[in-house]
Structure formats: C-alpha cells, structure tokens
C-alpha cells in the first residue's frame, strides 16, 4: 500500500488491532491502515478498503493492492490528491499528474470521498460508501518539458530566469489595456460584493507565503484595504477571527498544499469568501 496522508486516530486503531493480535514493525499510521484493511479483507479488496476507511480519521490518498487479486488496484482519496490517467491498454494511478504526463493526457481527478478500482480492462469510480460516481476525463493541455528544469542546472535558477515570462504569462489574457483595467475570470464575486471588503488574509506556505507579502504590499498600496498574510500551517490550528467584510487569499503552487486547504476550509467554516490562486487546473 501506498498512502499519502495523516491518520489522526492511528493510536486508537493500533490498540485495537494489538488486542486482536496484530503485530506491527513500524511506528507509522500507514502500516496501522494495511493491517486494518486486512481486519476486513474477505476476498474483495474494494469491499476491504471500504469498511476500512469507515473507521479513519484523517487525510489520506491511498493505493492499495493484495497478493490475491494481483491483477486490481483500489485509490481512494480524502484530503490528499489522486489522479487516474487513462493511457492505451493501460492505466495509471498517481497523486500528481506531472508522475504520468509522459505515458498520457488523458486524466480523472478523484475528489474527496471517492475511491477508483482499476484492473488491466477497465476502471471504475464510486463514493467510499460504494455508490457509482460518474467522473469526467480531463484532457492535460501543458507538456512535460513545462515542469523539467529545461537545460538550467536547478529548478530555482530556471525559475528565476523565467519570472518575465512569468509576469507575461499572467497578465495575458487579464490586463485589458483599452479599459485601464483587469479581469479575473475565477474572480466569482459580485461588485458590490467586493465593495464591501474591508480586510484581506492571505494564506500560504513557504514560498507562497512570500508571495503573499508582495501581494500585501500592492493592495494596501493600491486598494488601500488592509492585508494580513498568514502562515497556513498556525492558522487552521487557532481561532482566527473572521469577521464580516473579510475576504481570503490561499496561495498553492499546487492546489493541493494539506496545511493551505485545512486553513481555506477553517475560513470558509467561518463564514468568510475563499479565493484560491493555484498553478495546477484541476486542483481540489
């Protein structure tokens, strides 16, 4: 098995597995879910990791197999990424589509909730509890050589020698010059709306968070509204305060940062728009 993820309730399920006479070699949460999907294997491996995902708390993106049904692979996925690419005669399972972009485009995201059982034949996708989900292909319309380091000898320095192409890139399309002004497509707020923020919180880690900093020092500048930049990973651990008029800021290269998602579902739990900005179509 292949997990991804942060089992939150591993301790309780190791106990439990102990008495019943389980022995583990490891102290992580991913060997507390394989011996926990062999609790309730019977034959049927989706039916196995389906009891089995009933008891855990936590995030998880998972690929299982079982030395009796070689031929099958079961993903499921709640809070961690998984991808299903759908090649010729063949099928791929990943938490990132850049780790099977060379063998298709073709690709299934799977949402929270949801699990996908692949044989050599066919694919199938369902809810974890085992309800038929109908997922749309996506067609990946960027090439590999747009995330390899293309010739520089690090992916920084290919980075910093690509930020004016970059900043090209990302007004193209949004800075209407014959207006004076900018469109935002996923911008999904009416103008009154947006009249009414009087305070912005951006959310991000690591290099979004500096990011996020340039971004303060532009709208305060220009839009003259307040802007607080926080790290995601201490604000969905405490009890920001999220008044009326704020809106958020989360900031993902990938769209699938654990700490930054946490964060944009405490805001959103507390009443406040959530406005992520992420580089990956696709992205939960």
Known sequence: MAHNGIIENHAALRASLMQKGYVFTTDTDTEVLAHLIQEYYEGNLEEAVIRSLQHVDGTYG????????????????????LVIGLGVGEYFI?????????HTK???YLDDGEMAV?????????TIDNETVDKTVSKIEWELAQIEK????????????????????AFRGRLLMETGTGHLGGLNMEKNALRLIDRI??????????????????????AQIPVEVEYASEFRYRN???????????ISQSG?????????????????????????VGST
């Open 256 to 280: 699938e940062t654990i700490d930054t998602l946490e964060a944009m579902r405490e805001a959103q739990r507390k009443g406040a728009p959530a406005i992520g900005i992420v580089n990956v």
């Open 94 to 102: 990943a938490s990132d589509v850049s780790a099977i972009l060379r």
């Open 106 to 108: 073709q690709v299934v």
């Open 150 to 169: 293309g010739g520089y000898d690090h992916f920084m320095l290919k980075e910093i020698f690509e930020q004016p192409e970059s900043v090209r890139n």
């Open 240 to 250: 920001p305060v999220v008044k009326p008029g704020t809106v958020v800021f989360v």
């Open 62 to 81: 998972l690929a299982v197999i079982c030395a009796d049904e070689p031929d099958k692979v079961v993903g499921a996925r709640k809070g961690s990424p």
């Open 118 to 126: 692949i044989t050599p034949a066919a694919y199938r996708t369902m």
């Open 201 to 222: 919180i951006i959310i991000g880690c690591g290099t979004s968070w500096h990011a996020g900093l340039i971004g303060e020092y532009m709208i305060e500048e220009y």
